[in-house]
Nanobody, 116 residues
Framework: QVQPVESGGGLVQAGRSLRLSCVDS????????LHWYRQAPGKERELVAS???????NYADSVKGRFTVSRDNAKNTMYLQMNNLKSEDTAVYYC??????????WSQGTQVTVSS
């Protein structure tokens, strides 16, 4: 099953930045509400950021002012710019569409580890 592919994760020091990308090769992003979720060890998956087709965004309180979600509809790609990273941002990050979330379909995710 073709699914979005996340990339850009890694190990960084607290205070630094990372930019995650999510590429959709199946065209499922088109016209879809898109999300970034994350799941830290021992915790439930949580919604981090959302973006509508026309670019309206919403963020979890924990990342407001530090993270920025964007999308390039022509490239079927979504991004998450993460600045001033904190140790509590350590998690596996997943991109997804609203429809795939509601049907329980998830891709592999990308690991972000922030060292303090």
């Amino acid at each position: 099953q073709v699914q979005p592919v996340e990339s850009g994760g890694g190990l960084v020091q607290a205070g630094r930045s990372l930019r995650l990308s999510c590429v959709d090769s199946a065209g499922i992003f088109s016209g879809s509400l898109l999300h970034w979720y994350r799941q830290a060890p021992g915790k439930e998956r949580e919604l981090v950021a959302s973006i509508t087709t026309d670019g309206r965004t919403n963020y979890a309180d924990s990342v407001k002012g530090r993270f920025t979600v964007s999308r390039d509809n022509a490239k079927n790609t979504m991004y998450l710019q993460m600045n001033n990273l904190k140790s509590e941002d350590t998690a596996v990050y997943y991109c997804n569409t609203y429809t795939r979330v509601t049907t329980g379909r998830w891709s592999q995710g990308t690991q972000v580890t922030v060292s303090s």
